[in-house]
């Protein structure tokens, strides 16, 4: 894992050298992000969302924060101003609109009403400031070394995860108290909010016609 990075952290200065010899640098746009998390010992675990623990050939299917937070970099001189950070909740489904904005802001027409799942982040690359989303929704379905299927409801403080394949290994977190996610407290605490949670996922599932419900 360690040698990945250092090998993307290599590959990537290569890239920057080669804009900046060509002198494209302040004009192009560099995004980097992974496209998942990754556990070495975080749970116990090992690996991402179809983990196992370590010394095992147990698997955790899981949607912990380690697996699901990927790192984000966008490299724009001309617009994004050195060392900003953003703290609102970005998913990889707003690159499309963020990008056809990005177009339409250089001159080109694009004259279709699309109709996209994602935000665009335009304004925040620009250093604007708006509340881009107040809850995320993900699911997971896993097919290797164990059959899973995983839904999951986060906002800033609260985080549910729904397991179709087995009801008894539902989670609930409070990430403001517990960003660890070491206590499940489904059917302890906060059972009026995990109601709250499980209809919104019942909804959204039922807005993008996923084969699975409760």
Not at 12 to 25: D, V
Not at 32 to 51: R, V
Request: proline fraction near 2%; include cysteine; charge should be negative.
């Amino acid at each position: 894992y360690y040698a990945s990075i250092s090998s993307i952290d290599r590959n990537i200065g290569y890239l920057l050298e080669e804009l900046e010899r060509l002198k494209l640098q302040e004009n192009t746009i560099v995004i980097f992000m992974g496209d998942n998390g990754y556990m070495i010992g975080h749970h116990g675990l090992e690996t991402k969302g179809n983990a196992w623990y370590i010394g095992t050939n147990i698997r955790r299917p899981n949607m912990f924060e380690y697996s699901i937070l990927v790192p984000l970099i966008i490299r724009w001189p001309e617009v994004i101003e050195k060392g900003s950070i953003c703290e609102e909740m970005v998913s990889s489904l707003d690159f499309f609109p963020t990008l056809v904005d990005i177009l339409r802001w250089s001159g080109v027409e694009i004259s279709i009403d699309l109709e996209l799942d994602g935000t665009s982040i335009f304004l925040l690359l620009q250093g604007g400031k708006f509340k881009l989303r107040e809850e995320i929704y993900l699911l997971y379905d896993m097919h290797h070394g164990l059959e899973a299927h995983m839904r999951m409801l986060r906002n800033e403080e609260k985080k549910l995860i729904l397991h179709y394949e087995d009801e008894t290994k539902h989670e609930f977190y409070n990430l403001k108290d517990d960003p660890e996610e070491e206590k499940n407290i489904f059917g302890i605490k906060d059972t009026n909010i995990q109601q709250e949670f499980i209809l919104k996922v019942k909804a959204w599932q039922n807005k993008i016609n996923d084969r699975l419900s409760l």
